[in-house]
Nanobody, 127 residues
């Protein structure tokens, strides 16, 4: 059974930083593309960042230059380092896994197709 468990969310001031983590189990982690989504109340789900099985990364334009995604194959974990946070970054952040190892060729910040999702961790940025 695949499980993705996010942690690290919280409340920060504008300009602050947070580091999200996702612990993955029940899958061949090193062969999966992994990514982060976010969804704010009343808004559609938005891709944030993704990393393929080789460590190649991609980011949505809204977070490029501020967020970093990384993965640890030894610990089956995924991280999202978020710097220079802004109020518009406030959302529930979700970890997701794609059986395919590759990134999307058309959507910046995303794997090709996600098969598994976590429960999310809340990030709140206030001024």
């Amino acid at each position: 059974q695949v499980q993705l468990v996010e942690s690290g969310g919280g409340s920060v001031k504008v300009g602050g930083s947070l580091r999200l983590s996702c612990a993955a189990s029940g899958l061949d982690y090193s062969s999966f593309c992994m990514g982060w989504f976010r969804q704010a109340p009343g808004k559609i789900r938005e891709v944030v960042a993704a990393v393929n099985s080789d460590g190649v990364t991609t980011f949505a334009d809204s977070v490029k230059g501020r967020f970093t995604i990384s993965r640890d194959h030894a610990k089956n974990t995924l991280h999202l380092q978020m710097d220079s946070l802004q109020p518009e970054d406030t959302a529930m952040y979700y970890c997701a896994a794609d059986r395919s190892p590759e990134l999307s060729a058309v959507v910046p910040g995303s794997c090709y197709q996600y098969n598994f999702w976590g429960q999310g961790t809340q990030v709140t940025v206030s001024s």
